[in-house]
């Protein structure tokens, strides 16, 4: 074994083997991968080997795309037989309500090129005759799917890494890691040790217990998973023989079942609702090329179903049942990344489709190992979209939650029960007295909408039953004041002496000055967006940041990356130690007022002005801004006073009629003010230009901050999108984001976000379209469910344009 390389990766499974081939692929040959026994001896081995390219994230189905293209380039390069079937696929849908979910499925792949169709119930009998028509409304058919060989698949990635220098140890387990004051890794194993620049933990099922090597404790959790595999079918053999084709992939969503064709029979499996954790608290080292027992009574609902969809299979006998553990995080996503906190310790692991998205994550993590970005949006997949409040046992109540619900509708506005309630502010209870339904984001209980009595939120693609409330919700705000909770954002404090030119070099903005606060845009090398917050200067040495709270810790670790060593600057993320409300609408002031004896004119705290004051007899931190684009307060406080806070301001607010609002009528009213927000118009993908922050992105100040360059160069360029506001002719239903936007009739565009915008009473749809038809007025279709129903461009936002409400 060599004593020196520069990467290791642990684990020969299909995701390790990507990782290594793409590290090579991509010039670093020096690397090193380490396998406890033979390559595939993890979950790889027992994989059904099925692939697809269509995914509810159209970031993640790019990566799927890439890893399906891939096969022919890995097996051609290593000469190695993949066992590649591209037989196609089928998605059945058996209710109009899932034919819908399709519907909106498919939309969001348009505009990414995908090539899936929707077609009848009978077509799809006539392609896939193992079906029974009569169970169906209709189905979706997708020319990018298949199956594989998982072992040559493995092989051919590791056989192509070896081609280009890679070396491949099996039979070394990793037992330690240690990392040294120089940021090198001592990788203790037990055939000897190795010292390398990075490690990847591409460790599937044991990928938590490589973790607790290093103090971490991933979100990642084994579930138990079978299929079994039929006797030769006549059937399957007619069909062979007379269109000289295989039968096709079908997955039954509501059968909760997928089949493919294995040889002359069928294999189907399932996700049971009846689910398994595997080894929930620690794997065993001992665990080999083994699989588990096998349990088809817990699978026989699913089965029933299936026999019935499929009635061949009624006839057919069971040859084989497998039952085998693989790896979920809490969302089913991949954990891709750097670990926050750690020098070059990187994550590949909780790959719960290795061979639909293994290319993907390999393409990635090498990007960002050797460039120090991963070169897409790669956040639904990165290792930092959970925080600390993702335990052992909120890991097993999510994985189980979504295990079971794998083939499951999730409706737009359904919020999921798992693990709730898990992180709540003090005024939880009160909020929920008042009629608060929450959503969880980042584990903390937020209100979304105020319920009357005896309503509920009912699921659907549709407006649904918090239609009528979330508007009197909005328009409360612009006729009077409304007051909403901001506990769920991110809060950073950033201090010492050196804060103010750290600041400057790794915001794109202008600093305010003192008691001031700005819109800061964070550009990455690339000058693309990884992050839009407000800075607040308290004093020079000590700044507020307001950012997205799910971004917390992926902001946290760009942050940490890239602070100076010699002390000078701290930043700390406040989490709960620091919660917020927010009151706006014309009254706010009048409400403000009432509770200090400080002058709160316009004159003496104007819009964006900041101000460590009292409100009452508590001690906040009270800024002059609002997303709702109205007047209004961002008042921050320590929790201990949040209750009282409340109390106070609505006390105080009572003769103005003040009233609670949520997280919708918060988007109902920044849609009217074309306000973008962080992970739907903002992300890594577009440039501040693109995006309409560039006149937040100071070009002409001194400090040369990240992204600069870049983001001159796109000045130049103009780059090649633009953010722009359409009013969609919507019926009952509006956009949820990432549909299609078409110009004469041709798909150009996709939705990032909408609405309703109740006080205009208005359909709106936010996107990102060509800049060379970007101010078209007419023109525009945006599908919502299936229909593409006319558009118009808003060129102006629709609330206050010259903004005079939020200014004076
Ligand atoms: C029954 C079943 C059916 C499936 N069907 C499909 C399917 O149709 N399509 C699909 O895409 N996916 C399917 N999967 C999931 C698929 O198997 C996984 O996505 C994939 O195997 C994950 O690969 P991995 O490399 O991350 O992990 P693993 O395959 O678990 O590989 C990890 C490797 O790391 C090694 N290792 C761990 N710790 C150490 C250490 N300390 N030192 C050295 N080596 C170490 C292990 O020995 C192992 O070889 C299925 C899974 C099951 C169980």
Known sequence: MKSHTRV????????????????????????????????????????AGGMHTINGDPNVAKLQKYTVELYKEIE???????????????????????????????????????????????????????????????????????????????????KSAKKNGAEIYLHTKVEDLVQLEDGTWRVITDKGEIRCEHVVNAAGLWAREVGRMVGLELPVLAMEHMYLITEDMPEVIDFNKTTGKELMHCVDFDGEIYIRQERNGMLMGTYEKDCRPWSPIETPWTFGHELLAEDLERITSELEIGFRHFPAFNNAGIKKIINGPFTFSPDGNPLVGPVRGMTNFWSACAVMAGFSQGGGVGLALANWIIDGDPGFDVFAMDVCRYGDYATLAYTNAKVRENYSRRFSIRYPNEELPGARPLLTTPIYDKLKAAGAVFGASYGLETPLWFAPEGVEDAFSWRRSTDFEAVGREAKVVRESVGLMETSGFAKYMVSGEGSRAWLDHMLACKLPEVGRMALAPMLNDA???????????????????????????????????????????????????????????????????????????????????????????????????????????????????????????????????????????????????????????????????????????????????????????EKLSGGTLRLR?????????????????????????????????????????????????????????????????????????????????MRS
């Open 76 to 158: 051609e390069y290593s000469g190695q037989d993949i066992g590649l079937h591209m037989t196609s696929g089928l998605m059945l849908a058996a209710t109009t309500e899932r034919f819908d979910w399709m519907k909106s499925l498919l939309a969001k792949g348009k505009y990414a090129g995908g090539e899936a169709t929707l077609i009848s119930a009978q077509e799809a009998y006539e392609m896939m005759p193992l079906l029974d028509p009569k169970q169906f409304v209709g189905a979706v058919f997708d020319p990018h799917e298949g199956h594989l060989d998982p072992y040559g698949t493995t092989h051919a990635y590791a």
């Open 8 to 47: 290791v990766v642990i684990g020969g499974g299909v995701v390790g083997c990507s990782v290594l081939y793409h590290l090579t692929k991509f010039g670093w040959t020096d690397v090193v991968l380490l396998e406890r026994s033979e390559l595939t001896s993890g979950s790889t081995w027992h994989a």
């Open 527 to 713: 000058g693309k967006l990884i992050g839009d917050f407000t800075i607040a200067n308290l004093d020079d040495e000590d700044f507020l940041i307001i950012g997205s709270g799910i971004a917390e810790d992926y902001h946290m670790r760009w942050f940490e990356q890239h602070l100076p060593d010699d002390g000078s600057v701290d930043i700390e993320a406040l989490n709960l130690n620091l919660v917020g409300l927010s009151i706006a609408g014309p009254k706010s002031r009048d409400v403000i007022a009432k509770l200090t004896h400080l002058d709160v004119s316009d004159a003496a705290l104007p819009f964006m002005a900041i101000r460590e004051m009292d409100l009452g007899m508590a001690p906040v931190i009270l800024g002059r801004v609002s997303y709702t684009g109205d007047l209004g307060y961002e008042i921050w406080m320590r929790p201990e006073y949040q209750r009282y806070v409340f109390d106070t301001l609505m006390e105080a607010g009572a003769e103005f009629g003040i009233s609670l609002f949520g997280l919708r009528a918060l988007n109902a009213l920044r849609l009217e003010k074309s306000f973008g927000s962080w992970s739907r118009e903002y992300r890594p993908l577009y440039g501040p230009l693109e995006a309409g922050l560039s006149r937040f992105v100071a070009l002409k100040k001194e400090a040369s901050f990240i992204g600069k360059q870049a983001a001159l160069e």
């Open 725 to 805: 506001t359409f009013i969609v002719e919507a019926k009952d239903a509006d956009v949820i984001g990432d549909e299609p936007i078409s110009y004469n009739g041709e798909v150009r565009g996709w939705v990032t976000s909408g609405g309703f915008a109740h006080p205009s009473g208005v359909s709106v749809a936010i996107g990102y379209v060509p800049k060379e038809i970007a101010d078209e007025i007419d023109g525009w279709g945006v599908e919502i469910l299936g229909e593409i129903l006319p558009a118009r461009l808003q060129p102006l936002s629709l609330f206050d344009a010259n903004g005079s409400r």
